[in-house]
């Protein structure tokens, strides 16, 4: 099992118990390691750890305010960087895992 999987394996059994601070480290930690040579764990990242950092939001608004805060600053650096492709697709699945629990 690779580092990204144990992370998030490890913040569902932090929200499962009710650890939610621990659960939303363990999501930054998924976010702030990103592995841009092995795209099915980016995949992986993008579309299981944002959707569920963003569901954690739902119950504890500290994860959605910093997937926000997360988000907003990656907005900023593709004003400078239009053209980052891995950038842009961190910031389309953020910006869909929160819109996806927002809008409920």
């Given at each position: 099992m690779s580092e990204q999987q144990q992370a998030f394996s490890r913040a569902l059994q932090h929200t499962k118990e009710?650890?939610?601070?621990?659960?939303?480290?363990?999501?930054?930690?998924?976010?702030?390691?990103?592995?841009?040579?092995?795209?099915?764990?980016?995949?992986?990242r993008r579309a299981n750890?944002?959707?569920?950092?963003a569901t954690l939001g739902t119950s504890y608004p500290p994860a959605a305010e910093t997937m926000r805060a997360m988000l907003d600053a990656k907005k900023a650096r593709l004003?400078?960087?239009?053209?980052?492709?891995?950038?842009?697709?961190?910031?389309?699945?953020?910006?869909?895992?929160?819109?996806?629990?927002?809008?409920?």
């Open positions: 009710g650890n939610y601070a621990a659960a939303l480290q363990e999501f930054v930690w998924l976010h702030d390691h990103p592995n841009p040579a092995d795209p099915s764990s980016e995949m992986f750890g944002f959707l569920a950092w004003q400078l960087a239009p053209d980052d492709q891995f950038l842009g697709a961190d910031a389309r699945a953020m910006q869909a895992a929160l819109a996806t629990y927002e809008n409920q």
